[in-house]
């Protein structure tokens, strides 16, 4: 088993940055691509930004990018998401995932087999 556990969330004025963490434990060495997703309320889960399991090859959702980067640091086991020029519209619990399955990291939620317990991220107008 993999445990993620997300930290970097909270209140942020609009036109602000904030960095989330994720830190991966357990089985480490059996995940692959990782990845962020957020869910607003009443909308459903969309992604936000995966990377591979070398850092080499991120992938953001179209609207994000240029706004948001993810980065991985393989020897610490930990990704990390940098948010800036934030939006209201950003507003969110965000969470952290890891698949099991080597390969590119995708923007399907299926494909990741392990979630953080989520965190808030509040864009003030």
């Known amino acids: 088993q993999v445990q993620l556990v997300e930290s970097g969330g909270g209140l942020v004025q609009a036109g602000g940055s904030l960095r989330l963490s994720c830190a991966a434990s357990g089985r480490t060495f059996s995940t692959a691509a990782m990845g962020w997703f957020r869910q607003a309320p009443g909308k459903e889960r969309e992604f936000v930004a995966g990377?591979?399991?070398?850092?080499?090859?991120?992938l953001y959702a179209g609207s994000l990018k240029g706004r948001f980067t993810i980065s991985r640091d393989a020897a610490k086991d930990t990704v990390y998401l940098q948010m800036n020029s934030l939006k209201p519209e950003d507003t969110a619990v965000y969470y952290c995932?890891?698949?099991?399955?080597?390969?590119?990291?995708?923007?399907?939620?299926?494909?990741?087999?392990?979630w953080g317990q989520g965190n808030q991220v509040t864009v003030s107008s």
């Open positions: 990377i591979s399991r070398s850092g080499s090859f991120p």
């Open positions: 995932a890891a698949a099991s399955t080597r390969g590119l990291p995708t923007n399907s939620a299926s494909w990741y087999d392990y």
